[in-house]
């Protein structure tokens, strides 16, 4: 069981906006911790959307934006394309681990 | 561009050694942590630890009593040895490159990834 905890899948029509939720407590995200997300084709290593809650690494589409409330953080994706079709991990620091932290991962289905 | 090459041994059987190296060229070595991360089969990524290039480092507690990683500045390779492997440390293993972003670590630059099986 993961110590950021996102849904196994979500899912969306070509053109809709999804959003995919990570929560924590109060020893990672809950304390101020910033969360970042990433994107993970099949066969490939992860590669970083968002960090420091809603900030895009160059070269990553402005359909993608995060943001953090108490003890979660999220990931929009605004006009979903067949390509957005991945498992989406995000990841923080915890005190109590006093290291880094993913979620379990939430695979995207684009209809 | 910063790039990560990462290279070791495939196949181990239960109680061997697992030793992975990770060579990083095109940025530089100093100010970042030098971060293996694992993923098995169909599952998620877990954090097994970081290595500054001081040599300072800090392990998953619940990996901490096998890992240990090492660093060669002079040809900005970092290393990862997990001793006493057994099926449950099957997994693609990633070298990867954090950085800090105020007081939050995350990984812009990641290795090709390592499948390592263990299987008697």
């Known amino acids: 069981q993961s110590v950021l905890t996102q849904p196994p899948s979500v899912s969306g029509a070509p053109g809709q906006r999804v959003t995919i939720s990570c929560t924590g407590s109060?020893?990672?995200?809950?304390?101020?911790?910033?969360g970042h997300w990433y994107q993970q084709l099949p066969g490939a290593a992860p590669r970083l959307l968002i960090y420091?809650?809603?900030n895009r690494p160059s070269g990553v589409s402005d359909r993608f934006s995060g943001s953090q409330s108490g003890a979660s953080t999220s990931l929009a994706i605004t006009g979903l394309q067949a390509e957005d079709e991945a498992v989406y991990y995000c990841q923080s620091y915890d005190s109590a681990l006093s290291g880094s932290v993913f979620g379990g991962g939430t695979k995207l289905s684009v209809l | 561009q910063v790039q990560l090459q990462q290279w070791g041994a495939g196949l181990l059987k239960p109680s061997e050694t697992l030793s992975l190296t990770c060579e990083v060229s095109?940025?530089?070595?100093?100010?970042?942590?030098w971060t293996w991360v694992r993923q098995p089969p169909g599952k998620g990524l877990e954090w097994i630890g970081e290595?500054?290039?001081?040599?300072?480092?800090n392990y998953n507690p619940s990996l901490k009593s096998r890992v240990t990683m090492s660093v060669d500045t002079s040809s900005n390779k970092f290393s990862l040895r997990l001793t006493s492997v057994t099926a449950a440390d099957t997994a693609v293993y990633y070298c990867?490159?954090?950085?800090?972003?105020?007081?939050?670590?995350?990984?812009?630059?990641w290795g090709q990834g390592t499948l390592v099986t263990v299987s008697s």
């Open positions: 095109g940025g530089s070595f100093i100010g970042y942590y």
């Open positions: 290595i500054l290039r001081s040599g300072g480092t």
């Open positions: 420091g809650n809603n």
């Open positions: 109060s020893s990672n995200i809950g304390a101020g911790y910033d």
């Open positions: 990867a490159r954090g950085q800090v972003d105020i007081v939050t670590e995350y990984f812009q630059y």
